[in-house]
């Protein structure tokens, strides 16, 4: 972590030299000075932070390195802000020379500084230097001192009885299937999933039994790990291939070269049928080497790879006949009877004592279904005494038992190692995901803006911060230390973490002075912590002292703020750049949150705030404003000094069961001038006034445009504004009232990046500009009262996922061709009252999942194509017909029609009644 605290602080450097923000030559050279100091640092730093858990001197050295890194990032911060106020400080003769003389008090505090500073990065660069020495006279990378004793723990996986193990069964019959298959062409098979979760001990099992053996000529198992040699792994293979021959090994092995090696490898492995097992891969660079030693004499060899990277098996997978199997944690069930072997040493699974049956489940419910978590959990409870008390501290104070036991402490290490092979730019943001309360659902959107607001994602010429910060999500799961946990049409929507790793990452955050929660804190937290949450309320608040050097403030679902000017009085905390205040009972704006300078990202998410102050416009730097679910229904004129603004999130919906009103969202009402925010990317939803629309042209970065109360005669003038916007992913529009014609027709180029679009008011006729969009993934169209048939017209849209007919067509037939809407998988069909027949080809729809129908009326026969759509999972059927629903079953008997008898799910609901049943 100390290289990540380090490199965010050479790109700040970087970016205040370049805009000349010193304005100090003196210092201007000394913070130059600096910064190459710290640029050489920094090439020793990734090595050191792996080897600190074996050297208390190294760790002392790189705590160090953070600390005068936090140092110098607290200075310039300090300094920044004192010139801002300068900027925002009474004008007038008669103030100058007072303003004069804090001037250059300010600036001669700051000098000081960076020269002590200065001196303490030569005494760490010096004993960096010695470090570094050392190093060399040991030999070898730092992965290869990382200690043994509890680095080689790992190697239990390869000696587990099968007896022990739960839930191997099935991926055991999957792997033996791909791997004895009379596919003669050679394979690769990649095992991929989290530390802890198997992937060894399923495959040794796999490889060691006897129809796998009998099946190849020879074999070789290969533990590749962080540490490899690349011409050590190519001299195992030879010797264990020609072990299992019982053939002798080559003359001079030892000795030969990398190219030798291989040459001597395809040469003994040709037109010999082997399997090959590669274990725990770190790089794609292992399978680039090993691969040019494997020949592929369509003798039906296997290769077999396990690893914690998605990317190392994609990238081993790259032939039809390839395969990758996501291992799963265990189901609950196995889960429990993993914990009863390792804890009572019962194979019986009501071997639980009643007494701690609710804590042994919230032990089990802790590890995830994470086998490794759970062997260790319960060898641990297995040695305590069989009491409630003493379960119950150990239920609580699991995160010092992850710190203190010897055998949490090494599943720890071993779950650590996925975040010291991280970059340094991912591993800020992976703590990051410790400072959400348990089982959160953390929000991508959200995710992304907060990374950005704290300075972790670098910039990029080519992409936007916010493709950047996406790109890093996607690389946390891909290596598998972020899970999905929902995601539509591919796009994660919110993801979490293993409660395990939550933990871990937690008490490491705690440590390097990262994060703390006053919640899970055993202990005080630091005043040198740079980021605190609460999730609790705020009785507990008035404990703790001041923190100065805090940089984001995080307060989930509480009451009220708390009452403690420590926290709450934000001018307390010069230095925040994160706000975030989410379900927190408050009416009135925070008058001393307009002092906070640095402030980027500011949530009042479902507040009750209902007016913002004229002093918004201080916030100069401000990122993300997210208003969402509050009671503010206008922006005050100073939100146009907002230059910096990327994300203006002001709208609330209303909350209805049943029925849905024309309009659902309530927008916002903003200035004239909004064209002058040129660095939005998100505005949603805002009142749409003449002015204001003919404005949005010059927002050419929106990804996300909401528009409500659309008037006919501002249809040209969107139409014009949202052809210049060439990134526009989403884009909702909702006309004055349900008569209000939608007049959208004025669209010449193809919005070829939309991929969501929500049209809601009167269209008549179907916009040709919209049967382009071929990216589109989802459409929703509401009362468009259309006289042809949309779903006709959209049904070449090859990317379309999600359509809803909301009110939007007149007519009686609707008509889908064969092959039309290849990749739909929602479809809703909503009050539209003529509609008596429904038509789908055969071919068509052929991904559909989830069909909804509501209140059609005259629709009275179950559509006899519903039997083609042979992936329908989900049928839900609201305030339909009498005759339609009596259509569901053969002559009025129990039994299904055949059309429908192949959906797993068949849900009618009465919502006059508000009753709901299933047909089984």
């Avoid at 050191?48 to 002392?60: F, H, I, S, V, W």
């Avoid at 009451?559 to 925040?576: E, G, H, K, M, W």
């Avoid at 509609?835 to 991904?847: D, F, I, P």
């Amino acid at each position: 972590m100390a290289e990540s605290a380090v490199s965010y602080l050479i790109q700040y450097l970087a970016t205040l030299l370049v805009e000349e923000a010193l304005s100090l030559k003196r210092v201007d050279r000394e913070v130059r000075e600096i910064r190459d100091e710290l640029e050489s640092i920094r090439s020793f730093l990734r090595d050191a932070d792996a080897r600190q858990d074996t050297d208390e001197g190294l760790k002392t050295w790189l705590k160090q390195v953070r600390e005068v890194a936090y140092n110098v990032e607290d200075v310039l911060d300090e300094f920044m802000l004192g010139l801002a106020q300068e900027q925002h400080g009474t004008q007038g003769c008669f103030n100058f020379l007072p303003r004069l003389i804090k001037r250059l008090k300010v600036r001669h505090q700051i000098a000081s500084s960076i020269r002590d500073i200065k001196t303490q990065i030569h005494k760490i660069a010096e004993r960096k230097d010695a470090y570094a020495l050392t190093r060399i006279e040991q030999g070898g990378s730092s992965y290869n001192n990382i200690t043994d004793s509890w680095y080689d723990r790992r190697l239990d996986a390869l000696f587990i009885e099968e007896a022990d193990l739960v839930g191997i069964d099935a991926p055991k019959r999957q792997l033996m299937g791909w791997l004895v298959n009379r596919d003669l062409r050679l394979s690769t098979i990649s095992v991929v999933g989290m530390g802890g979760l198997g992937k060894t001990t399923l495959v040794k099992k796999v490889y060691d039994s006897q129809q796998v053996k009998k099946s190849f000529e020879t074999y070789a198992w290969i533990t590749v790990s962080q540490s490899f040699k690349e011409d050590d792994i190519l001299r195992s293979m030879i010797k264990q291939f020609l072990e299992a021959n019982k053939d002798p090994s080559p003359q001079g092995v030892d000795a030969m070269t990398q190219v030798e090696l291989i040459q001597v490898l395809r040469s003994y492995l040709q037109n010999k049928r082997y399997v090959l097992v590669l274990d725990d891969v770190w790089g794609t660079h292992v399978w680039n080497l090993i691969r040019n030693g494997l020949p592929n004499s369509e003798c039906g060899s296997r290769v077999m790879i396990t690893t914690r990277k998605g990317d190392v098996a994609s990238s081993s997978c790259v032939r039809l006949s390839d395969h990758i199997y996501n291992l799963q944690p265990l189901h609950p069930r196995e889960a429990w009877s993993l914990f009863c072997k390792k804890t009572f040493y019962s194979h019986d699974e009501n071997s639980c004592p009643p007494e701690l049956e609710k804590l042994s489940q919230c032990f089990v419910d802790k590890c995830r279904g994470l086998p490794l978590a759970i062997v260790t959990l319960g060898s641990l409870l297995s040695i305590k005494d069989k009491t409630y008390v003493e379960w119950e501290m150990i239920h609580r104070s699991l995160r010092s038992e992850l710190e203190n036991d010897d055998n949490l402490r090494s599943m720890m290490k071993i779950l650590l190692l996925s975040l010291n092979d991280l970059p340094y730019y991912l591993k800020s943001c992976f703590l990051y995901l410790s400072i959400f309360p348990e089982d959160y659902a953390i929000k991508r959107m959200k995710l992304i803006r907060l990374w950005i607001a704290e300075g972790f994602v670098e910039r990029n010429e080519c992409r936007s911060m916010e493709e950047v910060a996406e790109s890093y999500l996607n690389a946390l799961i891909a290596r598998n230390l972020v899970l999905v946990a929902r995601q539509k049409y591919g796009k994660v929507i919110t993801c979490r973490i293993h409660d395990l790793v939550r933990e871990i990452i937690i008490s490491k955050s705690g440590e390097e002075h990262f994060f703390a929660s006053l919640v899970e804190q055993n202990t005080l937290p630091s005043n040198r912590i740079r980021r605190l949450s609460s999730c609790n309320g705020g009785e507990n608040f008035s404990k703790y002292g001041g923190f100065s050097r805090l940089r984001s403030l995080f307060i989930f679902g509480v009451d009220r703020l708390p009452n403690n000017p420590t926290i709450t009085s934000f001018s307390s905390l010069r230095l925040l750049k994160v706000v975030h205040l989410e379900n927190v009972t408050m009416e009135i704006f925070p008058d001393d949150l307009t002092g906070l300078l640095h402030l980027r990202y500011l949530s009042l998410e479902n507040t009750k705030i209902k007016k913002l102050p004229s002093s918004l416009g201080k916030l100069k730097n401000l990122e993300t404003l997210n208003l969402k679910g509050t009671f503010v229904h206008e922006l005050p004129v100073e939100i146009l000094e907002l230059e910096c603004l990327r994300h203006l999130l002001v709208y609330r919906y209303r909350r209805t069961r049943f029925h849905v009103p024309f309009t659902d969202v309530d927008g916002i009402k903003v200035p004239a001038g909004m064209g002058s925010l040129r660095s939005l990317q998100k505005l949603a939803y805002i009142e749409a006034e003449s002015g204001i629309i003919r404005e949005l042209q010059n927002l050419t970065q929106l990804r996300k445009l909401g528009i409500i109360k659309l008037r006919v005669e501002d249809g040209n003038d969107l139409c014009t504004s949202i052809e210049k916007m060439n990134h526009l992913h989403s884009f909702s529009v909702t006309s004055m009232d349900e008569d209000e014609v939608l007049d959208l027709h004025y669209i010449f180029h193809p919005l070829l990046p939309l991929q969501h679009l929500y049209l809601r008011g009167r269209l008549e006729k179907l916009p040709e500009w919209i049967a382009l969009l071929r990216n589109l993934v989802a459409i929703r169209l509401r009362c468009s009262r259309l006289r042809d048939d949309p779903l006709k017209a959209l049904q070449s849209l090859p990317n379309l996922a999600d359509l809803t007919l909301w009110r939007a067509y007149d007519g009686e037939e609707l008509c889908c061709e064969g092959r039309g809407y290849p990749r739909l998988k929602l479809l809703r069909l909503v009050e539209l009252r003529g509609l008596k027949k429904v038509r789908v080809e055969k071919g068509a729809m052929s991904c559909l999942e989830d069909l909804r129908i509501r209140c059609c009326e005259e629709l009275v026969e179950v559509p006899l194509w519903i039997e083609h759509l042979t992936n329908l999972k989900n049928l839900f059927l609201v305030d339909m017909s009498e005759d339609f629903l009596k259509g569901l079953r053969k002559d009025g008997v129990e039994e299904l029609v055949d059309s429908i008898q192949h959906i797993p799910l068949i849900r009618c609901f009465d919502t006059h009644k508000g009753t709901r049943w299933d047909l089984l």
